[in-house]
């Protein structure tokens, strides 16, 4: 089971840091990915970090924006520039169940071990 943490209310052109944590030391080893998801939408990807940090993969609406990295066993989502739509409940979640490079394209069909997500708000 993945936790997220970081989320909260910012203002437009505001920042926010999300992080993507578990027990045991899998999150090092497995390529994991973000998603979001805004009431009365579908789950979408927002980037993905491959295993091995060989390859990060980022949806258009956060290229420039979002930069996602890996300390250790713990997956980071910054997020600067944030815009009113960008809110959203965030979740992190693994790519299939073996180590390899993220998709081009994020499905959440691929990915397993959702967390239970965090807030973003961005409203003035």
């Known amino acids: 089971q993945l936790v997220e943490s970081g989320g909260g209310s910012v203002q437009p052109g505001g920042s926010l840091r999300l992080s993507c944590a578990a027990s045991g030391d899998f999150l090092s080893v497995y390529a994991i990915g973000w998603f979001r998801q805004a009431p009365g939408k579908e789950r979408e990807g927002v980037a993905c970090i491959s295993s091995g940090n060989s390859r990060s993969t980022y949806a258009d609406s956060g290229k420039g924006r979002f930069t996602i990295s890996r300390v250790e066993n713990t997956v980071l989502l910054q997020m600067n520039n944030l815009r009113p739509e960008d809110t959203a409940v965030y979740y992190c979640?693994?790519?299939?169940?073996?180590?390899?490079?993220?998709?081009?394209?994020?499905?959440?069909?691929?990915?397993?071990?959702w967390g239970q997500g965090t807030q973003v708000t961005v409203s003035s």
């Open positions: 979640a693994i790519y299939r169940d073996w180590p390899r490079p993220c998709p081009l394209i994020l499905s959440s069909s691929d990915f397993h071990s």
